[in-house]
């Protein structure tokens, strides 16, 4: 159940808070039906309404091109409803079975509506006596190549009546004789369902206290330690949260938060006596500048949370809490002193030789000067 909490405990902080912008296509009401089995049906009723598409849509079908039109929605619902879908399901269990209907998974029902529908053969997997989601969490919808997150309208799962519900999460906003709804999500939720009522009852029974993400956060003294490298051009940082022991799903937040902030080049977690340590390496924003005497490198990194300390290994640094920017400054003096010797030296050499040489053309004019004969009379 270890795993479990980790993800119940995350969806309950991500429901209320989307971690990226919601898509704003398509309005998206999501139906599952899961068997005793551990499959399960799902069947989704799309509606498109953002107004750029409706409108070409629209001036397609006014044209006489109600074919492509269609053919056009057709395309838009299959690549960024099922298949968004697809992947993030295939991204976190990569055994998933899902199978689509022989006439395919989008149906057209006019007026810029679709069903999508499929059957995931392994939604629910066996675990401890129990049947448990193999997926769950949240979902994001790529669309031209930004990141949204795949809101949907309403989520309505019909569950076995006669199998023990074990845990739901996030709660669900009605519970009606196996029959659980939520709204306004971007989330597969958590399922866990027993036959056995011995496991229910033992289950239900070991539930741990949840503390709140932003109980844990508030109550924790937060060190932010950074360093630059010049040579590679990446910033490395421990970060350390104490004060509170964490839970799991606390470690799985914090790195979700860095990961979504910054530009991770690597990641991990180690829990401490009181608290927990994050570190890793990321890309910063990097800015260079190099004159006779200096170079300078002022990198910028972008943190996720407000740090009580902020520690710099090398170079000045600024701190702006508020927009959560560490920039940090280095400066390498340029070993001028030869270069400005050097350059004496050869100052003088030259003044020198050019004083030589006029002396030398004075010489040579007073001599001439004086071989001439003296006019006869």
Not at 24 to 50: C, Q, R
Not at 225 to 239: C, P
Not at 250 to 268: G, Q, S, W
């Amino acid at each position: 159940m270890k795993r479990l909490l980790v993800f119940m405990l995350t969806l309950l902080i991500l429901s209320p808070t989307m971690a990226y912008e919601p898509q704003s296509l398509f309005d998206i009401d999501m139906y599952v039906t899961v068997y005793k089995s551990g499959a399960a049906t799902f069947k989704l009723n799309v509606e498109l309404k953002d107004d750029f598409y409706i409108h070409y849509l629209n001036n397609l079908t006014a044209s006489d091109k109600k074919d492509k039109a269609e053919k056009e929605f057709y395309t838009l619902v299959y690549s960024l409803v099922y298949m968004n879908l697809r992947r993030e399901v295939g991204e976190k269990y990569k055994d998933a079975l899902l199978v689509a209907p022989e006439e395919g998974p989008v149906k057209i029902t006019g007026n810029w509506t679709a069903v999508v529908q499929f059957k995931w053969y392994n939604y629910l997997i066996p675990k401890n006596q129990t049947l448990q989601a193999s997926v769950y969490g949240p979902l994001t919808f790529l669309y031209k190549n930004r990141v949204f997150s795949y809101r949907w309208r309403r989520l309505t799962m019909l569950l076995p009546k006669d199998m023990y519900i074990v845990n739901l999460a996030p709660a669900p906003e009605e519970l009606v004789e196996n029959v659980a709804t939520w709204k306004d999500g971007d989330y597969l939720p958590i399922v866990v369902l027993t036959f056995n009522e011995e496991v229910f009852k033992q289950e239900r029974g070991n539930k741990t206290k949840i503390i709140p993400f932003e109980e844990f956060l508030n109550n924790s003294t937060k060190v932010l330690e950074v360093s630059y490298d010049t040579f590679s051009g990446i910033v490395s940082f421990n970060a350390v949260f104490s004060g509170v022991k964490p839970q799991d799903y606390h470690i799985a937040k914090l790195l979700e938060e860095f990961n979504r902030t910054m530009k991770i080049v690597e990641i991990d977690a180690k829990t401490t006596d009181n608290g927990v340590k994050v570190f890793g390496k990321a890309k910063p924003s990097i800015e260079f500048r190099e004159d006779l005497f200096k170079k300078t490198w002022k990198a910028e990194i972008e943190v996720p949370f407000k740090f009580n300390e902020v520690k710099v290994a090398e170079g000045e640094f600024a701190y702006d809490s508020e927009k959560g920017l560490v920039t940090i400054t280095i400066t390498e003096e340029k070993d001028t002193k030869k270069l400005l010797i050097g350059s004496s030296i050869g100052i003088v050499i030259i003044i020198i030789a050019l004083l030589l040489l006029l002396r030398g053309g004075k010489k040579k004019g007073k001599e001439k000067r004086g071989g001439l004969p003296k006019e006869v009379k």
